[in-house]
């Protein structure tokens, strides 16, 4: 089984399953309430036209408003999305949180546009899913290859839109604007608290624990400079690229600052291994963070 969304609605079966859930209330949770698939025009910088498409699922408003991500990435699928967004419902369901599920996504290739490029996009998508989104409604936020300033471009698309400054519409933008401080580190400090009760639970001295960490964007990133914090030591770091290996350890500001001149962590020092996602999946570490 390989369809996230196939996946996802097992997971809800099988639960329901376990908990005797009334069979009406499980057919609700196995499906999205609302998918919107758009397709908008964006003005590209050599003046031609590109249309891009993009989805924004809303799985379940029962306890209040939707939220969730939104990602650009060139494999982002309905399916993909569906799912994402029952996760976020049981996300914040398991912390008490008075939200429901949503999650967005635009398939492009970020790296192949330039800002201008990237901010129109932005707003292009906000404009085709203005109608369903809002403070009251469904709150996006950054995911897989957007950050704050996307975020901020969308805010300010939306309150446009709307024609009265929104800032509740949209999380993940810069304080200045309405963003909460500590929001570009929250993902990944939600990650390493898990880790460190995991490991508290099997008995895994976090002081000397090795850790691979597929993915050096803000949550990876992140979440490496945590944990070495903890006293862990960094072995093996990836992007889209590839990934690298080093058993006496990365230093996560060695490759932050290497990844930022030259696209990719594959480039780090010499004493630094080349390996392939594949290969940083199977590493012998005590904490893997995929």
Same mark, same amino acid.
């Given at each position: 089984?390989?369809?996230?969304?196939e996946?996802a609605?097992?997971?809800?079966?099988h639960?329901a399953?376990m908990?005797?859930?009334?069979?009406?209330?499980?057919?609700?949770?196995?499906h999205?309430?609302?998918v919107?698939?758009?397709?908008?025009?964006?003005?590209?910088d050599?003046?031609?036209? /590109?249309i891009?498409? &993009? +989805?924004?699922s809303q799985?379940?408003?029962a306890i @209040? %408003?939707? $939220?969730?991500?939104?990602?650009?990435?060139?494999?982002?699928?309905?399916?993909?999305?569906?799912?994402?967004?029952?996760?976020?419902?049981?996300?914040?369901?398991?912390v008490?949180?008075?939200?429901?599920?949503?999650?967005?996504?635009?398939i492009?290739?970020?790296?192949?546009?330039?800002?201008?490029?990237?901010? /129109?996009?932005?707003? &292009? +998508?906000?404009?085709?899913i203005a109608s369903?989104? @809002? %403070?009251? $409604?469904?709150?996006?936020?950054?995911?897989?290859?957007?950050?704050?300033?996307?975020?901020?471009?969308?805010?300010?698309e939306?309150?446009?839109?709307?024609?009265?400054?929104?800032p509740g519409v949209i999380?993940?933008k810069?304080p200045i604007?309405?963003?909460?401080?500590?929001?570009?580190?929250?993902?990944?400090?939600?990650?390493?608290?898990?880790?460190?009760e995991?490991?508290?639970?099997?008995?895994?001295p976090?002081?000397?624990?090795?850790?691979?960490i597929?993915?050096?964007?803000n949550?990876?990133?992140?979440?490496a400079?945590?944990?070495?914090?903890?006293g862990?030591?960094?072995?093996?770091i990836?992007?889209?690229?590839?990934?690298?290996?080093?058993?006496?350890g990365?230093?996560?500001?060695?490759?932050?600052?290497?990844k930022a001149?030259?696209?990719?962590v594959?480039?780090?020092?010499?004493?630094?291994?080349?390996?392939?996602?594949?290969?940083?999946?199977?590493l012998?570490?005590?904490?893997?963070?995929?």
């Amino acid at each position: 089984m390989h369809n996230p969304f196939e996946i996802a609605q097992y997971q809800v079966a099988h639960a329901a399953k376990m908990l005797g859930l009334d069979q009406n209330v499980t057919e609700i949770l196995l499906h999205p309430m609302r998918v919107l698939c758009v397709s908008f025009p964006v003005t590209m910088d050599d003046g031609t036209t /590109r249309i891009f498409h &993009g +989805f924004r699922s809303q799985h379940n408003d029962a306890i @209040g %408003p939707t $939220k969730g991500g939104i990602r650009f990435h060139p494999n982002v699928t309905m399916d993909e999305v569906k799912a994402l967004s029952m996760w976020m419902t049981f996300k914040c369901g398991v912390v008490g949180l008075p939200y429901g599920g949503a999650k967005g996504g635009v398939i492009c290739n970020p790296k192949e546009l330039s800002k201008a490029e990237l901010e /129109r996009v932005s707003r &292009g +998508f906000i404009q085709a899913i203005a109608s369903i989104i @809002g %403070p009251e $409604k469904d709150i996006p936020a950054p995911d897989v290859y957007t950050n704050a300033e996307v975020m901020g471009w969308m805010m300010d698309e939306f309150s446009r839109i709307r024609q009265a400054f929104t800032p509740g519409v949209i999380t993940g933008k810069h304080p200045i604007i309405g963003g909460s401080l500590g929001r570009d580190k929250a993902t990944a400090r939600g990650c390493v608290y898990t880790i460190r009760e995991a490991a508290a639970k099997l008995e895994i001295p976090m002081q000397g624990a090795t850790v691979a960490i597929q993915g050096f964007g803000n949550a990876g990133s992140f979440t490496a400079f945590l944990l070495k914090e903890l006293g862990c030591r960094i072995v093996a770091i990836s992007d889209s690229q590839g990934g690298v290996y080093n058993p006496d350890g990365i230093d996560p500001q060695e490759a932050l600052t290497v990844k930022a001149k030259t696209g990719s962590v594959i480039y780090l020092n010499d004493k630094a291994q080349r390996i392939s996602n594949q290969d940083l999946r199977e590493l012998a570490v005590n904490i893997l963070v995929p």
